[in-house]
């Protein structure tokens, strides 16, 4: 395990783990042991320095899932400013983002020209070229481009400190311009610490991670905190349902994380693959992102005869926020756990001060950002102080019971508002969820002339299921208060969803190419 000091940089996290012992991997790839990370850190911080790159310095990284993408965090962090960027981006993206962070170099992997390239030509940012081999330890790369001129001696690598950013991500910006939210070292490893405590990992754990890696929760959850514990992490390609069971029996995890929708495929095909479950034998499954409903969480405990660890967390918070707690203590379906690494309270809505009803969910704690990057007006709306602490708003509603456990009402932008009644979408998720031919389901606003905003839901029926949209609604009738009703059910093939695998309900009514309803 690290170290109980939290103030430390990720240089620092990784010393002490034994060199021989595995840090990263990829299927059907040698493992890359922590000496070899180490060793790799110290001759990439080299190369940036020759590169004209330094502590400070933004580096935009754009590479696919795998290994080199996690290890390129790792090494490239402990001596500049890291920022992820979405592969699926458009050259306008990358152009806007890149611009934004104000980034330095590009690195991207040897022979890619696309979008990402163009954008960085076009700002005039430097771009860096990862070049690794399939025969080499998962994750061993190096880094080529243009070198500063010879005349010009390189400056020697100096290690970024406990207090400086590592990690710069953007906030979705589904209702407003994406804010720049900077994570420093003691964020990271406060929040690595955090995770692998709540999880009690050590080195003889392993993570199969199927998470994107240019987002928080596969950066943080999977890599970080395993690597914090001295534990490994196999990194694939991304997370293809047809393909999770072969990973499964090939690398051998004790654990892995998912965001519900993963989770909901993977269920989908367990039992043509019980031989690879009971073979295997993980030691608990970790959810996190979004909730998880009550229904996939029992049918996942069913399955996999093994803890589900649901977990909250947030891009703000360096992850985790919460965490359900490990066996004998209870786990409770439905709710997101209990206060795991941050202090977790409730407070007005409206007014800066903690209250112990319904209400904001707010933390306190070393992983959470210091604050938006040039954005006073988001920090004066985010942050407060109380009772001798600085608090952060997460935008979410809830509240905490006798036991300290947290229950998610959802989003407050989320909140359906029906002419002055204020509707949980998650709640009626769950009613729907109770219907036996119902797979997965998001509900959502839709705006209406008269009301301001009505119910609507999108559902995904389970294989083989054949229902009508009318029987579904008496269903929800029979269970709901007249107002919470959808008004409108659509039955889909596969519901809309983020770069991450998050159903999104904000502006899902768009994107679904649904009108105003009158």
């Known amino acids: 395990m690290c170290s109980s000091d939290l103030d430390m940089t990720l240089q620092e996290m990784l010393a002490s783990a034994p060199g021989a012992s595995p840090a990263l991997g990829a299927p059907n790839r040698p493992w890359m042991q922590f000496g070899e990370l180490r060793k790799l850190s110290q001759t990439i911080g080299a190369q940036l320095a020759g590169f004209g790159l330094g502590r400070g310095d933004r580096v935009a990284i754009v590479l696919p899932n795998g290994p080199e993408m996690a290890s390129a965090f790792v090494t490239i962090a402990q001596w500049c400013v890291t920022a992820p960027l979405n592969p699926a981006y458009k050259r306008d993206e990358y152009a806007f983002y890149m611009d934004d962070l104000k980034a330095k170099a590009l690195v991207v992997m040897a022979g890619e020209d696309g979008p990402a390239v163009q954008a960085a030509d076009e700002l005039g940012i430097k771009i860096l070229r990862l070049h690794s081999s399939d025969a080499s330890p998962a994750g061993v790369f190096s880094l080529r481009g243009s070198a500063l001129a010879s005349a010009t001696a390189a400056p020697e690598a100096v290690p970024a400190q406990a207090d400086d950013i590592a990690l710069i991500l953007h906030t979705s910006g589904t209702t407003s311009r994406p804010k720049i939210v900077p994570l420093l070292h003691r964020n990271l490893t406060a929040s690595g610490h955090h995770i692998a405590s709540s999880l009690a990992l050590s080195g003889a754990d392993r993570c199969l991670n199927v998470m994107p890696l240019f987002h928080i929760h596969g950066l943080v959850a999977a890599v970080t905190a395993s690597l914090c514990a001295g ?18 029996k090939e690398v051998q995890p004790t654990w892995y994380t998912a965001v519900p929708t993963m989770h909901q495929a993977i269920l989908s095909r367990a039992a043509r693959n019980a031989e690879v479950i009971t073979e295997v034998g993980l030691r608990f499954l970790r959810s ?18 093994a803890p589900v660890i649901e977990g ?36 007005s809505e409206s007014e800066d001060h903690l209250i112990d009803d319904l209400g904001e969910i707010v933390i306190s704690g070393p992983n959470v950002t210091p604050g938006y990057e040039s954005n006073p007006d988001a920090n004066a709306k985010s942050f407060f102080e109380a009772e001798g602490h600085r608090w952060f708003r997460t935008g979410d509603q809830g509240h905490l019971d006798a036991e300290g456990y947290l229950w998610l009402t959802g989003r407050l932008k989320e909140i359906i508002n029906r002419g002055g009644e204020k509707i949980s979408p998650r709640e009626v998720d769950e009613v729907l969820m109770d219907h036996p031919a119902v797979a997965q389901a998001v509900t959502f606003a839709l705006p209406h002339a008269k009301l301001g905003e009505d119910v609507a839901a999108a559902v995904v029926l389970r294989d083989g299921a054949d229902i009508e949209v009318a029987e579904i609604r008496k269903f929800t009738q029979e269970r709901l208060a007249a107002f919470k009703v959808p008004r409108k059910i659509l039955i889909l093939d596969e519901i809309p969803k983020g770069a991450t695998g998050k159903l999104q309900r904000i502006g899902l009514h768009e994107k679904l190419g649904l009108a105003e309803s009158a």
């Open 231 to 248: 534990a490994s992490v196999s990194c694939t390609a991304g997370f293809d349902a047809l393909k999770f069971f072969g990973l499964m």
């Open 288 to 305: 996190s992102s979004a909730s998880l409903p009550p229904q996939v969480f029992d049918e996942l405990v069913k399955t996999f005869n």
């Open 312 to 347: 909250y967390g947030m891009t703000e918070a360096a992850h985790q926020m919460c965490s359900n707690p490990l066996p004998p203590r209870a786990q409770k379906p439905g709710c997101v756990g209990i206060a795991a690494g941050p202090m977790v309270r409730i407070a």
